[in-house]
């Protein structure tokens, strides 16, 4: 792992710790704001729960405790607001980059993200919190702009590889954050902060702690993460051809490094310009289905199993940590030989293979159900190390690469520009995961889980059938 590398790896860790440790929080955020404000019928929160129930109760009543439905629903579409935000936001942050400098844009998102950590923690009443998680929401350019980082300084030989550190950050960090964040989520401040006279949120201590991360993270990048844009890639000896240019791996889908520069060269830019808007169709509707399956989780877990928050965060730890091995010791050694786009399908098959199972549950005994569970999140952690990555690979072999072979700075076009082509990436798949979670959860309601697995798993079928021909086409 190249100097570059490791700094990104290492901001990436300091940074998705500090947005994973709030997310087991947001249903006892809620629940505590809903308390506090109870008193206040035409607040906003008291309006805001009154709307979600009344388009829950038009797909679902439920049998009992029906505000806690209503509580989990809620923290569902402030996720789906978070990500339609950055749909929004990734594609200027992306075209800022390539104007301005990753180093520059990316330090400037930091800033809004350390502002939101402030106001989350000052935070007293609901319309202050949705404030923090609005201005994170603009704010979180983080991975984008290390995913284009990345591809600044590495070849389209060896990319793939790099980049699979971004999903190793992300699984290690939806480990340990989450636990991290309940249990200081039930530790108090400082004696001498509570009693400054200053009114702080009710978990202070996680927002303080994910404050000084972002804080740390910012200070690191200034120090020691240099400028990319535009600077030549690096190559690795042992990736360098040994022959004239080619390789055997060419009907993979693989290419060494000169003759895989040489490939994306060739192709017109009208051809890259299509294969990018099928990678990004690629990555809206996998998003889309697979962002509803992780949301409707809790559901069926509480349904059946009446299973509680330790419970489920054990489940999603499990599949965190298969995740990380398997891309660890998997994923970036097979993906150069297999290639970014049959990669993908794979993950798509385990999605679907998946939620075949997760179908089955609510059919079948308590142990049978128990055991189709465990396998579905074992086919859920291939997915999650697989598909993401590959089609984000992929998506940046197509971008101009700023530099030509002799170190030369080269035209590109603006929509191949990396920054504004990974960021218009990005936004397809956050666009998936804002709806995604409102479909599954009125498919839920309406027809049960078992259809909406089941349809859910034809949809998958069907993506990855789709996907021989962007395959075929690549390794044309």
């Known amino acids: 792992m190249g100097k570059v590398e490791r700094v990104v790896f290492l901001s990436l860790v300091l940074d998705l710790f500090a947005f994973t440790i709030p997310l087991p929080l947001f249903p006892r955020i809620i629940e505590w704001y809903t308390k506090r404000e109870a008193s206040d019928p035409s607040g906003f929160l008291s309006q805001t729960l009154h709307l979600v129930s009344s388009i829950r109760g038009l797909f679902y009543q439920p049998k009992s405790n029906p505000q806690r439905w209503d509580i989990v629903l809620l923290g569902g579409l402030m996720g789906s607001v978070f990500s339609a935000l950055q749909w929004f936001i990734s594609p200027r942050l992306g075209s800022l980059s390539d104007k301005y400098g990753r180093k520059r844009i990316l330090l400037l998102t930091m800033i809004g993200n350390i502002l ?147 490939l994306t060269r060739a192709q017109s830019v009208e051809q890259r310009l299509d294969m990018l808007a099928k990678l990004r169709r690629l990555h809206f509707l996998f998003l889309g289905i697979f962002s509803g399956v992780e949301f409707t989780l809790t559901f069926l877990t509480f349904d059946l199993f009446d299973w509680n928050n330790k419970q489920n965060g054990a489940l999603i730890g499990s599949i965190g940590i298969i995740s990380a091995l398997l891309q660890g010791g998997y994923v970036r050694r097979a993906l150069p030989k297999v290639g970014e786009v049959n990669m993908a399908r794979r993950g798509i098959s385990a999605c679907a293979l998946g939620l075949v199972l997760l179908a089955l549950v609510p059919r079948t005994g308590l142990t049978a159900s128990v055991r189709f569970l465990q396998g579905a999140a074992v086919c859920m952690a291939f997915t999650s190390a697989t598909v993401v990555n590959s089609l984000t690979a992929s998506a940046s072999v197509q971008c101009d690469e700023q530099v030509g072979a002799d170190g030369a700075a080269t035209e590109e076009h603006p929509q191949l520009a990396k920054g504004t082509a990974l960021g218009r990436f990005r936004s397809s798949g956050q666009l998936g995961r804002a709806i995604g979670p409102l479909l599954a959860c009125a498919s839920y309601w309406t027809v049960g889980p078992s259809v909406t697995y089941a349809v859910g798993a034809v949809a998958m079928f069907a993506l990855s059938t789709s996907m021989r021909s962007v395959a075929r086409r690549k390794t044309e």
Request: with cysteine; net charge positive; proline share 5%.
């Open 116 to 262: 939101s950590a402030l106001v989350w923690l000052k935070s007293t009443t609901f319309a202050t919190y949705l404030l923090s998680r609005v201005i994170g929401g603009l704010s979180e350019g983080n991975v984008q702009l290390a995913i284009a980082i990345l591809s600044d300084i590495t070849t389209p030989a060896n990319r793939s590889k790099a980049l699979a550190h971004v999903g190793i950050a992300f699984a290690i960090c939806f480990c340990i954050g989450p636990p991290i964040g309940a249990y200081f989520a039930s530790r108090p401040l400082l004696s001498t902060l509570e009693t400054s006279g200053i009114q702080w949120n009710v978990y202070a201590t996680p927002a303080l702690i994910t404050l000084v991360l972002l804080v740390a993270e910012t200070i690191f990048l200034m120090v020691a993460l240099p400028e990319t844009r535009g600077k030549k890639a690096y190559v690795d000896s042992a990736e360098k051809p040994k022959t004239n240019g080619t390789s055997n791996g060419k009907a993979n889908g693989t290419t060494t490094n000169g003759s895989t520069q040489k």
